[in-house]
Nanobody, 119 residues
Framework: QVQLVESGGGLVQVGGSLRLSCAAS????????MGWYRQAPGKQRELVAR???????IYADSVKGRFTISRDNAKNTVFLQMNSLKPEDAAVYYC?????????????WGQGTLVTVSS
């Protein structure tokens, strides 16, 4: 069974930076896409950034120019560098991956990491 483990969340001041990491572990799997989503209190979970097939990066309009997604395919790890953080960036950030096992594709989610932005 494939698991995703996030790290790097925490408390940061407005304008500060954080780097989130998400590592996939398990056996006999490959990963197609990896990405980050977030969910603020009272709001729906939304896409933040996604790395598609290791080559295409897509971003939510609200984070373009401030956040950067990157991926280490050899380590099955995805990162989210968050700069110029705003209060509206505060949320629980979830890692997501499209995992291929036994020829089948499924979505796997991490447990989430909390990002708090103080003004």
């Amino acid at each position: 069974q494939v698991q995703l483990v996030e790290s790097g969340g925490g408390l940061v001041q407005v304008g500060g930076s954080l780097r989130l990491s998400c590592a996939a572990s398990g056996s006999s799997f490959s990963i197609k896409d990896m990405g980050w989503y977030r969910q603020a209190p009272g709001k729906q979970r939304e896409l933040v950034a996604r790395n598609i097939m290791g080559t295409i990066m897509i971003y939510a309009d609200s984070v373009k120019g401030r956040f950067t997604i990157s991926r280490d395919n050899a380590k099955n790890t995805v990162f989210l560098q968050m700069n110029s953080l705003k209060p509206e960036d505060a949320a629980v950030y979830y890692c997501n991956a499209e995992v291929i096992t036994g020829g089948r594709s499924r979505q796997v989610w991490g447990q989430g990491t909390l990002v708090t932005v103080s003004s």
